[in-house]
Nanobody, 123 residues
Framework: QVQLVESGGGLVQAGGSLRLSCAASGRTFSNYAMGWFRQAPGTEREFVAAISWSGGTFAGNSVKGRFTISRDYAKNTVYLQMNSLKPEDTAVYYC?????????????????WGQGTQVTVSS
């Protein structure tokens, strides 16, 4: 089991930037694909971005070109750099560790979740 702790959420104006961090502990961090999801009130949890164990990245259509996922193997940490934020990006953001060898980057492939961090973008 992997334990995940997010940080970096907050309130920002539209057009601003935030960087979320997710510190992982437990099993070998480098063996896991990692991801970020978000969930706004009354909606389903939505895929935001993922990064494979080898560093390949994937992003959801709604954030492509604005959000960047990265990972620091030495710090066992994954980041989500969010630029050009919009009010519709407002949600609770969750860090995720995928199941070993999973090729499913949706919620079905997730083995562990963080507790979530709130991001609010004002217009």
């Amino acid at each position: 089991q992997v334990q995940l702790v997010e940080s970096g959420g907050g309130l920002v104006q539209a057009g601003g930037s935030l960087r979320l961090s997710c510190a992982a502990s437990g099993r070998t961090f480098s063996n896991y694909a990692m991801g970020w999801f978000r969930q706004a009130p009354g909606t389903e949890r939505e895929f935001v971005a993922a990064i494979s164990w080898s560093g390949g990245t994937f992003a959801g259509n709604s954030v492509k070109g604005r959000f960047t996922i990265s990972r620091d193997y030495a710090k066992n940490t994954v980041y989500l750099q969010m630029n050009s934020l919009k009010p519709e990006d407002t949600a609770v953001y969750y860090c995720a560790a995928y199941q070993p060898y999973s090729s499913n980057y949706g919620t079905g492939g997730v083995g562990s979740w963080g507790q979530g961090t709130q991001v609010t973008v004002s217009s």
